[in-house]
Nanobody
Framework: QVQLVESGGGLVQAGGSLRLSCAAS????????MGWFRQAPGKEREFVAAISWSGGATYYGDSAKGRFTISRDNAKNTVYLQMNSLKPEDTAVYYC???????????????WGQGTQVTVSS
């Protein structure tokens, strides 16, 4: 069992930066894939980024490439999402998730956090 708690969301102006954190509890954290997803009102949950258990492999959705960076610190049981050059269309609830496979499909992740709101003003 893995429990995930996101933090770091908030209101930021376009062009600004935020760093999201996801604190995990549970002994399987260091052996799993961690992902970030987001969901805007009226839209489907969208893949943002994922990172392998070692941190050696990362994968980004098109909207995140070149602007967001995913990282993890297994000693702290925490995964991060550094978001730069934020745009109003990045406004959404951001969720972290834990699973076994590096995939963009939300249904393949086993555990989810409660989400943190990110709002980017123009």
């Amino acid at each position: 069992q893995v429990q995930l708690v996101e933090s770091g969301g908030g209101l930021v102006q376009a062009g600004g930066s935020l760093r999201l954190s996801c604190a995990a509890s549970g002994r399987t954290f260091s052996s799993g894939v961690m992902g970030w997803f987001r969901q805007a009102p009226g839209k489907e949950r969208e893949f943002v980024a994922a990172i392998s258990w070692s941190g050696g492999a990362t994968y980004y959705g098109d909207s995140a490439k070149g602007r967001f960076t995913i990282s993890r610190d297994n000693a702290k049981n925490t995964v991060y999402l550094q978001m730069n050059s934020l745009k109003p269309e990045d406004t959404a609830v951001y969720y972290c998730a834990a699973g076994k496979l590096m995939t963009t499909r939300p249904g393949r992740y086993d555990y989810w956090g409660q989400g943190t709101q990110v709002t980017v003003s123009s």
